[in-house]
């Protein structure tokens, strides 16, 4: 054997005779580095085991009151990665496959023992341990990857059947491991052509790499990831896919909420241009009017005088509420429960519910739920949004639920609507000044609730199916509990 590393071995061997004639033969191996010990009893030598002191064990199938497969079986519960050899003093088939069953790395007969064999049998079945312990290092790393990382993993067939997921695929998508099982990752995805373009690069190229794709979970919520997947050829020459899923979901409200942010500075300081620009000329309409109505003059010319400070007057009112939803809101923080700001809103909003027989439905959290507001600001801005959507609503058909969830991060409150719903092309337009659907309306009250969110750091989100309905998301940073000193 050629080695110098030192090598520990237990017998395990009532009959001490036999001890000596086995520990020679180990001895006696060329080049051998060993220590050999002696346990004549099963109990000791369990013990020993689960210690896992030794490199290798020698178990003989007599034991006394037990046999060593006896041993062999009780020493599993130590998870040891030593091998167990089963020594018996004749050759017996179905000995030896039920040692090899019961976790020995291999079986002997004492009558046949060699020198020869015993230094084989030593080095094969260190040789087997060793890679038996790497791939289950290496099998309990890359499950702990699979299991522990925040991406979700998956493994498919080429039509994306699902084989096998990671908890951070259950936790995503809302459905049990088992449930994932029988889905293919096309029937959650939410867009028939991203389908057709993932469906057409791992069938041809094998390959997706960071495709922002959208699914829907288990509760209808579309979710937007990162999807990257390549196709495995297996030995054996069939095909199976693996991938992951990042979720970019959070990311994408960010830069939504961002872009809603930059657009509202851009209209700002348009709208101070604007006014600025507009109130000089506006300014000598109004002196040289003046002026004029100091002047005699007969029914008529005071007609047209009254029209013209009518409309300067007008485009006046119509600066200052352009100014006022464009500036950043000035507000009065204090920590405040979320519940009664909204039961408030709720409450002057009661009326229009009443008049067009809506079936109010709110839902909170049982606890109180506290952040940092201004209660009249936010009041108004929760008021607008009930209000349009009362508006967007049937009379006595209408459904209005005001929710208040913990989405885990952020307090979310979430107002819907069974409503004629806005289109897909106008949502990005839903804050700008002056956007309205409304007939008589200035799309104005929409930019100043944005402006009164942004100030309370609130993320806002619009979802929404014409004839179906419209939810606004607000989420809210969570204020922990004050400590008493």
Same mark, same amino acid.
């Given at each position: 054997m050629q080695t110098q590393e030192h090598i520990r071995i237990l017998i395990i061997d009532d009959d001490e005779d036999d001890f000596i004639i086995t520990e020679q033969m180990i001895k006696d191996i060329p080049n051998g580095n060993f220590q050999i010990d002696w346990c004549p009893r099963h109990a000791d030598g369990l013990l020993k085991i689960c210690s896992k002191e030794y490199d290798i064990y020698f178990i003989d199938y007599f034991l006394g009151g037990i046999t060593g497969m006896d041993l062999l079986k009780r020493s599993v519960a130590c998870n040891t990665d030593s091998p167990m050899i089963l020594l018996t003093g004749k050759g017996n088939r179905d000995i030896s496959l039920e040692a090899l069953n019961s976790g020995a790395s291999d079986y002997l007969v004492k009558s046949d023992l060699t020198t020869e064999k015993l230094e084989r049998c030593i080095r094969y079945s260190l040789e087997k341990a060793y890679t038996l312990k790497q791939l289950r290092d290496n099998e309990n790393k890359f499950r702990n990857i699979f299991e522990k990382t925040r991406d979700a993993i998956f493994l498919s067939d080429m039509d994306l059947n699902l084989i096998d997921v990671n908890s951070a695929m259950e936790k995503m998508t809302g459905y049990s491991s088992s449930a994932l099982r029988v889905l293919s990752l096309y029937e959650l995805m939410a867009d028939e052509a991203e389908m057709q373009k993932i469906r057409d690069l791992v069938q041809h190229?094998?390959?997706?790499?960071?495709?922002?794709?959208?699914?829907?979970?288990?509760f209808g919520e579309e979710i937007t990831c990162m999807f990257s997947a390549i196709s495995i050829t297996r030995p054996d020459g069939t095909r199976y896919v693996q991938g992951i899923l990042h979720d970019i979901t959070k990311l994408k409200k960010a830069e939504r909420s961002l872009l809603?942010?930059?657009?509202?500075?851009?209209?700002?300081?348009? #709208?101070?241009?604007?006014?600025?620009?507009?109130?000089?000329?506006?300014?000598? %309409?109004?002196?040289?009017? =003046?002026?004029?109505?100091?002047?005699k003059a007969d029914d008529e010319q005071n007609h047209y005088f009254d029209i013209i400070r009518r409309n300067s007057k007008r485009i006046n009112d119509i600066l200052t509420e352009l100014l006022a939803s464009s500036k950043p809101a000035q507000t #009065?923080?204090?920590?405040?429960?979320?519940?009664?700001?909204?039961?408030?809103? %709720?409450?002057?909003?009661? =009326?229009?519910?009443?008049?067009?027989k809506i079936k109010l439905q709110v839902r909170y959290i049982d606890k109180p739920v506290y952040i940092q507001a201004d209660p009249d600001k936010l009041k108004i801005a929760f008021l607008n949004i009930i209000i349009n959507a009362v508006e967007a609503m049937e009379e006595e058909n209408g459904r209005l639920?005001?929710?208040?969830?913990?989405?885990?991060?952020?307090?979310?409150?979430?107002?819907?609507?069974?409503?004629?719903g806005i289109a897909e092309e106008d949502i990005p337009r839903l804050f700008e000044p002056y956007f309205t659907a409304k007939r008589n309306g200035l799309g104005l009250g929409l930019p100043a609730t944005l402006n009164i969110l942004q100030a309370h750091k609130a993320i806002v989100e619009v979802t929404s199916v014409t004839q179906v309905g419209t939810t606004f998301s607000?989420?809210?940073?969570?204020?922990?509990?004050?400590?008493?000193?």
């Open positions: 190229t094998g390959e997706v790499t960071d495709l922002e794709t959208g699914f829907h979970d288990n809603m942010s930059e657009k509202l500075a851009a209209t700002g300081r348009l #709208a101070r241009t604007l006014a600025h620009e507009i109130r000089n000329p506006l300014t000598n %309409i109004n002196l040289s009017l =003046d002026h004029l109505t100091e002047i #009065a923080m204090q920590r405040l429960a979320l519940q009664e700001i909204l039961d408030s809103s %709720i409450h002057v909003a009661m =009326d229009r519910i009443m008049l067009k639920m005001v929710a208040l969830e913990d989405n885990g991060t952020n307090w979310e409150v979430k107002i819907t609507d069974n409503g004629v607000i989420q809210f940073n969570k204020v922990p509990l004050s400590v008493s000193h």
